[in-house]
């Protein structure tokens, strides 16, 4: 069965400090994307991937940064994490051929004190 | 812009029919995906449609018409573990990159 996982279900930080969350998939799948959700806007997206070391911007990607160094790991970095990126953060995979569905992690709460 | 609508919330009665409306102006269109979304969990994929037409999965039918920017999720004999959020994304462009409207959520009542 696919599987998407993600580091943490719950993370507190302060603010000014770097974040980083971390999403690991088992079905060889070359995208993979970070969207976050706030009540009211929905699944936004943040980044993603197609292929390891590559990386597109996606609608919202200030003050966050990306890294994909292996193929089943993407990991999403906030460079200096403020108040207003306090969110649920979805992390998700999808097969590089065709339009499929994309597979979701279980999300982290992020609350940036 | 890029624009998709939903309902934000609906209630229904167990054992009934309920369908979640969807439309949507994008710059580019390849198919339309529903999620199912139970609260504190992930987005589960329910259906996709590319062609105008209905697509039928058991309790679940999910309709598209292109020429509208329409969409419609269709869920019969409705149960309580249908109340979830239901969330319209849109395929707007290469590497399946997603465009998600705000979800609708949805209360099955006795």
């Known amino acids: 069965d696919v599987k998407v996982t993600q580091s943490s279900r719950y993370l507190v930080k302060r603010t000014g400090e770097k974040v980083f969350l971390e999403c690991v998939q088992d079905?060889?799948?070359?995208?993979m994307f970070w969207y976050r959700q706030d009540p009211g806007l929905g699944l936004r997206l943040i980044y993603f991937?197609?292929?390891?070391?590559?990386?597109e911007k996606g609608d919202i990607p200030e003050g966050y940064s990306v890294s994909r160094e292996k193929k089943e790991r993407f990991s999403l970095i906030l460079e200096s994490a403020s108040t207003n990126q306090t969110s649920m953060y979805l992390c998700?995979?999808?097969?590089?051929?065709?339009?499929?569905?994309?597979?979701f992690g279980d999300g982290t709460r992020l609350s940036i004190l | 812009g890029q624009n998709i609508d939903q309902p934000t919330e609906m209630t229904a009665t167990e054992g009934a029919i309920v369908q979640i409306n969807c439309t949507y102006q994008?710059?580019?269109?390849?198919?339309l995906f529903w999620y199912q979304q139970h609260a504190g969990e992930a987005p589960t994929f329910l259906s996709y449609?590319?062609?105008?037409g209905l697509e039928e999965k058991g309790r679940f039918s999910s309709f598209l018409s292109r020429s509208k920017g329409y969409s419609y999720l269709l869920l019969k004999e409705l149960q309580m573990k249908d109340s979830a959020s239901y969330l319209c994304?849109?395929?707007?462009?290469?590497?399946?990159?997603?465009?998600f409207g705000a979800g609708t959520r949805l209360a099955v009542h006795p």
């Open positions: 998700a995979s999808s097969p590089g051929t065709g339009y499929q569905p994309q597979h």
């Open positions: 079905m060889d799948h070359e995208n």
């Open positions: 991937s197609y292929d390891v070391k590559m990386k």
């Open positions: 994008t710059s580019g269109f390849n198919g």
């Open positions: 449609n590319v062609l105008d």
């Open positions: 994304a849109v395929v707007t462009g290469g590497y399946n990159k997603l465009i």
